[in-house]
């Protein structure tokens, strides 16, 4: 699959995140500023999420990395530990 997809992989994975922000703001009934709002945090927060993935991987090219975590292994666990950090952001605001 990831070689008969190769380069298109980023292109599928972002514009799931977009149509699941979408359907999330349909089922949720926003109305047109709650919409604006949630639309630029989503945008933002993706953002945020993308730039801190690839400056921890720049440094991580870099350190010393056991050769068994080399390449998907260091990226999926770094993902994780990214996800615990954003869960402590859950909760902050409730929006309704």
Not at 66 to 75: D, E, N, R, V
């Amino acid at each position: 699959l990831y070689m008969a997809l190769g380069i298109f992989l980023p292109l599928i994975t972002v514009n799931c995140a977009i149509l699941g922000a979408i359907l999330f703001m349909q089922i949720r009934n926003y109305d047109f500023f709650q919409t604006l709002a949630f639309g630029i945090g989503s945008g933002a927060g993706w953002w945020l999420a993308i730039m801190l993935l690839a400056s921890i991987r720049k440094r991580i090219d870099v350190a010393p990395v056991s050769a068994g975590l080399k390449g998907p292994g260091i990226t999926i666990i770094t993902i994780g530990f990214m996800a615990m950090a954003f869960i402590g952001f859950s909760g902050m605001l409730n929006v309704q």
